[in-house]
């Protein structure tokens, strides 16, 4: 799954570790995130959509495959 984590973050030019902090996981996870080798759990999700102030959907990008 695409995100705009690292967009999101150079633009309040704040570091990964930074990032990290605020929403209570490693510098390890965001680079992971950033990277696309991770998805966030719910919980971050909210976490990094609180700090960013946007929605979920602003921040990961699904390509929706099949339809409700």
Do not use: P, W
Request: aromatic share 8%; net charge negative; charged share 30%.
């Amino acid at each position: 799954m695409e995100n705009r984590i690292a967009e999101l973050r150079k633009k309040r030019r704040i570091s990964q570790a930074e990032l990290a902090e605020a929403v209570e996981v490693t510098r390890q996870t965001i680079i992971s995130l950033e990277n696309g080798r991770y998805n966030a759990s719910l919980l971050l999700a909210h976490k990094l959509a609180r700090y960013f102030g946007c929605t979920i959907e602003d921040i990961f990008l699904f390509e929706e495959d099949a339809s409700c």
